[in-house]
């Protein structure tokens, strides 16, 4: 998530969450007017992840067989450290997202049928800061359906005109399905950021396919079905290879 670099003895960039790319680094450009030692200490790297750290001593050589071109962090080499930027780590997240997949239906009124498809809200849930919300399609025709993307919308109930309607676009900080083509039954989950919002607005997930004249169905779900998103159970993963214990609202069933 983070990584700090202690000098200026070394330029690096963070590409993703996850690669850094560190090289030695001198003002004028030149490592060797810069007379960097074989062996000299240049810095220190801190890497902040969502639940570990841990720390590297960057040492200078020009034998190209002694510098690593690409390291991976072994987890024997981190330490146990709590991000608070970050609320749910995202290994965790997915862990609670396969868990709402794979289980039972317990909403019934969401749904909604146009061109041939059928979309349905399955599930609703609160974990955390974060809402769970576990959605289906299904395909009809004899036509694949090929999506183009997934918006998710906070908008009017009331259709009004454009200069009067405020839209606010959401963004999921995490999707579980990546596919983008089926032809008859799909099934996802999106985490939203846990959100409150007036009665005279609701919450759409578009869902729009990938050709010109592309078939659009839409969700609508109203702050009254938000205020109904169940706790997470722990019966939900008694059956997970992994146990995510920290959000779950336990019952009293043995």
Request: contains cysteine.
């Amino acid at each position: 998530k983070l990584v700090d670099i202690s000098t200026p003895k070394i330029a690096g960039n963070q590409c993703t969450d996850n690669i850094v790319r560190i090289k030695p680094y001198h003002e004028g450009d030149s490592i060797q007017a810069g007379g960097y030692a074989e062996g000299e200490l240049l810095g220190t790297i801190t890497l902040i992840g969502e639940r570990h750290i841990a720390q590297y001593d960057v040492l200078y050589t020009e034998e190209p067989a002694q510098a690593a071109a690409i390291f991976e962090v072994p987890y024997t080499h981190t330490q146990s450290y709590i991000n608070p930027e970050v609320t749910m780590p995202m290994s965790e997240m997915a862990r609670y997202a396969w868990a709402v997949y794979g289980s039972r239906r317990k909403y019934n009124q969401i749904v909604t049928r146009a061109h041939g498809m059928k979309a349905t809200v399955n599930n609703i849930y609160a974990v955390g800061d974060y809402f769970f919300i576990d959605y289906s399609l299904r395909n009809r025709t004899k036509i694949p359906y090929d999506i183009e993307e997934i918006r998710v919308k906070l908008t009017d109930k009331k259709e009004t005109k454009a200069t009067n309607s405020q839209t606010i676009e959401l963004s999921p900080v995490f999707t579980l399905n990546s596919t983008r083509k089926f032809k008859k039954d799909y099934r996802n989950v999106m985490v939203l950021p846990k959100l409150t919002f007036p009665d005279e607005k609701v919450l759409r997930i578009e869902i729009s396919e990938n050709q010109i004249s592309g078939r659009v169905i839409v969700l609508t779900i109203e702050y009254e079905d938000i205020l109904h998103a169940d706790g997470f159970d722990a019966d939900i993963l008694k059956d997970a290879a992994y146990y995510p214990y920290y959000y779950i609202s336990y019952s009293d069933k043995q």
